[in-house]
């Protein structure tokens, strides 16, 4: 099983499994696409190819370094992520700049995956500059931004970059089905999932995860009142923080892992600070993403609605619950209405990294929409059925 099966049918990693196993790898490299279009699989991937001990620059994916470098647990691989809106200075200075200037720990390649590059502020990248032009012979950076705008000009022509896009529907329903999905599930998963393949296995695969989402979009039935919007609020902001418990678990895990890698050596103190800071960095991403999820679900049903009025069914992403959106699609509900909620949804999902106080996001949100399109207004549509 190739490190690179989850990325079938992306001529963009075709291209980068290419470069890796023939040695033609770059010291630097920037992954752009928008979100869903395998950036993070395909670092992964390249981290896990070049330290490979059994296909080396293939990635078997059943060795323990591949193993450890997919489950993010792999001393030599290092995954910065932003804190709130920015990946800061310090975290440039802290944990990138000393831990390049190193040698690998037990693999071949010491690769850094930076995600959301383009958060980086100024004094960030201008710090990882000078690391990019004088990197040590075994040290990969590998970049994901989906806004190449901003990031500086100096960081990305130091950069090989390489563009990758979404996954279509299609693709993704075939690959499903290959992996145990019904052609039911696959086809909800594919559409709502938008390109995104790992958010489609997740939909299709997981459970929990596609009931949380049905519960989600089934909460504009149960936004009546101020009062109800508090309550759906405060259930979607503790669906959010026991997600982020439960990845605590893996995080301990993980430490156990690591632990027992660096041993009590050279720079494992740093390494265990660094991996401290990232786990905390990671639980509040996770409980953005979350949140986030639940946003765009809430925000994909009224545009379901407004698709569903103007007889253009074809582009519904919430194909399970058609009947209900049908009964609100003729239903007397002003399209002014209906875009605005769906708007509000997005803007507030897009401020999530900006506010400390995601709460009271989700609260305020939430208010909003009962004033914009209370489901009293289906009353005798059939819609409470």
């Known amino acids: 099983m190739s490190v690179w099966k989850t990325l079938h049918g992306s001529r963009a990693a075709e291209v980068l499994a290419a470069h890796v196993?023939?040695?033609?790898?770059?010291?630097?490299?920037?992954?752009?696409?928008?979100?869903?279009?395998g950036k993070r699989p395909a670092a992964i991937a390249m981290a896990a190819a070049l330290n490979c001990s059994v296909e080396p620059g293939v990635g078997c994916g059943t060795c323990s370094s591949c193993l450890r470098i997919t489950r993010r647990r792999h001393p030599d691989v290092h995954h910065i992520v932003p804190e709130g809106p920015l990946i800061p200075v310090d975290v440039v200075r802290e944990q990138v700049i000393p831990e390049a200037s190193r040698s690998t720990f037990e693999g071949r390649a010491k690769v850094f995956i930076i995600e959301e590059a383009d958060r980086m502020n100024d004094p960030a990248q201008n710090a990882l500059l000078k690391t990019l032009e004088e990197p040590q012979p075994d040290t990969v950076f590998i970049l994901l931004s989906d806004r190449e705008e901003e990031l500086l000009d100096t960081i990305r022509s130091r950069c090989r970059v390489v563009r990758m896009e979404p996954v279509d529907e299609g693709t993704i329903v075939e690959l499903?089905?290959?992996e145990g999905a019904t052609e039911e599930h696959a086809l909800l998963a594919a559409r709502l999932s938008e390109g995104n393949l790992e958010r489609a296995r997740v939909l299709a695969f997981d459970d929990a995860a596609m009931e949380r989402r049905g519960i989600w979009v089934g909460a504009v039935r149960r936004l009546t009142s101020a009062s109800d919007a508090l309550d759906v609020a405060a259930e979607i902001v503790a669906e959010a923080r026991e997600a982020s418990k439960a990845a605590e678990q893996q995080q301990k895990d993980e430490v156990t892992e690591l632990a027992e890698a660096l041993g009590e050596g050279r720079g494992t103190s740093g390494a265990r600070n660094a991996l401290a800071k990232r786990h905390k960095r990671e639980l509040r991403r996770l409980e953005e993403e979350?949140?986030?999820?639940a946003l765009g679900s809430l925000a994909s049903f009224y545009r379901d609605v407004l698709a569903a009025r103007s007889g253009g069914e074809e582009g519904v992403t919430n194909l399970d619950l058609l009947p209900e959106i049908r009964r609100w699609a003729e239903a007397d509900v002003d399209e002014a209405r209906l875009l605005a909620a769906a708007e509000?949804?997005?803007?507030?999902?897009?401020?999530?990294?900006?506010?400390?106080?995601?709460?009271?996001?989700?609260?305020?949100?939430?208010?909003?929409?009962?004033r914009l399109v209370p489901p009293r207004a289906l009353v005798g549509t059939g819609a409470g059925e």
Not at 290 to 293: F, G, R
């Open 21 to 37: 196993s023939s040695g033609d790898v770059a010291h630097a490299w920037l992954l752009l696409g928008p979100v869903g279009s």
């Open 176 to 178: 499903l089905r290959k």
């Open 290 to 293: 979350v949140l986030a999820d």
């Open 344 to 370: 509000r949804c997005v803007r507030a999902r897009a401020s999530l990294t900006k506010n400390a106080n995601v709460a009271l996001t989700i609260e305020s949100t939430l208010v909003e929409l009962v």
